[in-house]
């Protein structure tokens, strides 16, 4: 099976925390990256979702960082939080 993946960079402006995660995160740029793969058997290309993580600081060891599992829908809402929190109209939470 084929498969592909996707990178992009989600900057808060404010602290922010994620189901799963278990600690709240500082604000700063984000690298999430999504793996999609191949559903065969189709007469035209279509991908599905089979895992999105986000690269965060690690707890321990400062200036390393550790892979973490999240969910989209999750991660969605808490840009729309970013965005609301810090002044309606204004890119705050935003993805390059």
Known sequence: MLT????KTVTFRGPF??????RPLPAGSY???TDQELIEG?????????ATTM????????????????DPL?????????TSANGAGTASAKVQ
Do not use: C, H, N, W
Request: hydrophobic content about 50%; charged content about 20%; cysteine-free.
């Open 74 to 82: 999750d991660l969605a809402a808490a840009i729309k939080r970013d």
């Open 55 to 70: 690269l965060v600081p690690a707890q321990s060891i400062q200036g390393s960082v550790e892979m973490l599992t999240v």
């Open 31 to 33: 690298e999430v990256v």
């Open 42 to 50: 189709l007469s035209f290309p279509v991908y599905r979702r089979v």
């Open 17 to 22: 925390s994620l189901a799963g995660v278990g």
């Open 4 to 7: 592909r993946t996707a990178r």
